[in-house]
């Protein structure tokens, strides 16, 4: 069963400042299956990225997706206020499962 | 406007069995690349994906979990319920249903109902 290892477990950096989050997977994935998601306290996950690259709708271009393989990567340019969260990625196809990983928290610094 | 709503009791008592709906609306459960999959959260922790059915009515199910759940669809009520048994309290989380469309050459999960608090306690 394929495993998504998040990290790092936790990023604490201030407004403005860029944020880079890691997903690596236990084997080859299809990038067309990766996604990303935002989940802030007491609220619904949120689709961020679809396709490992391509953001959903409404989402600002701050956020951005790349990799390929095993290694993926979520980086939000400029970090608002709102972007505080959680962070999960997530693999559909391999098994035939979906998985998740187990999560960044980015915390204001 | 796409929405999913579940619905189900708060609270259930060990090794009793769950039923829980997911109705949805703004999309059919019979389109082409369209499903509804059941994602839990327990309490302060991550997101783990249960199973998921399809408008053709391919399902599929968690490996580590795969005897304890039950996914199933009703397209003209526009309901997916989900049945659980032997309910054990580290079954307590927030029950997620999640529309998982898959277009080309991706699939993802775009839309989120609010979730439901299940409980597991005697």
């Known amino acids: 069963e394929i495993v998504l290892t998040q990290s790092p477990g936790t990023l604490s950096l201030s407004p403005g400042e860029r944020a880079t989050l890691s997903c690596r997977a236990s084997?080859?994935?299809?990038?067309?299956?990766l996604a990303w998601y935002q989940q802030k306290p007491g609220q619904t996950p949120r689709l961020l990225i679809y396709?490992?690259?391509s953001r959903a709708t409404g989402i600002p271009d701050r956020f951005s997706g790349s990799g390929s393989g095993t290694d993926f990567t979520l980086t939000i340019s400029r970090l608002e206020p709102e972007d505080f969260a959680v962070y999960y990625c997530?693999?559909?196809?391999?098994?035939?499962?979906?998985?998740f990983g187990g999560g960044t928290k980015v915390e204001i610094k | 406007q796409v929405t999913l709503k579940e619905s189900g009791p708060a609270l259930v008592k060990p090794t009793e069995t769950l039923t829980l709906t997911c109705t949805v609306s703004?999309?059919?459960?019979?389109?082409?690349?369209?499903?509804v999959s059941w994602i839990r959260q327990p309490p302060g922790g991550a997101l783990e994906w249960l199973t998921h059915i399809f408008s053709n009515d391919e399902k599929s199910y968690s490996t580590s979990l795969k005897s304890k759940f039950t996914i199933s669809k009703d397209t003209s009520k526009s309901q997916v319920v989900l049945t659980m048994t032997n309910m054990d309290p580290v079954d307590t989380a927030t029950y997620y249903c999640?529309?998982?469309?898959?277009?080309?050459?991706?699939?993802?999960?775009?839309?989120w109902g609010q979730g439901t608090l299940v409980t597991v306690s005697s």
């Open positions: 084997q080859s994935i299809s990038s067309s299956y």
């Open positions: 396709g490992a690259s």
């Open positions: 999640a529309r998982i469309y898959c277009s080309g050459a991706s699939c993802s999960l775009d839309y």
């Open positions: 703004g999309f059919s459960l019979s389109s082409t690349g369209m499903g």
């Open positions: 997530q693999q559909y196809g391999i098994s035939p499962e979906l998985t």
